[in-house]
């Protein structure tokens, strides 16, 4: 019965795409780690939680 996690799970994709979406927010060349531009890394450290998030929706959703 995941019908009531759907609101959830919905909020949490939601929050991530919004997140991704901004690009002003994280379009500087500073700070650096591990000599990337923020730019570069907020990115590859989005993409896994990106994954975890959208792989949740999916047990969620699924029949």
Same mark, same amino acid.
């Given at each position: 019965?995941?019908?009531?996690f759907y =609101?959830?799970?919905?909020? @949490?994709?939601?929050v991530f795409?919004?997140?991704?979406? *901004?690009? $002003?927010?994280?379009?500087?060349?500073? =700070?650096?780690?591990?000599? @990337?531009?923020?730019?570069?890394?907020?990115?590859?450290? *989005?993409? $896994?939680?990106?994954?975890?998030?959208?792989?949740?929706?999916?047990?969620?959703?699924?029949?």
């Amino acid at each position: 019965m995941a019908v009531k996690f759907y =609101p959830i799970v919905g909020v @949490l994709a939601l929050v991530f795409v919004i997140l991704y979406s *901004l690009l $002003p927010l994280y379009s500087t060349t500073s =700070p650096t780690f591990l000599g @990337l531009p923020m730019f570069y890394w907020y990115q590859m450290i *989005l993409m $896994p939680i990106g994954a975890i998030v959208f792989f949740i929706v999916i047990l969620v959703i699924k029949d």
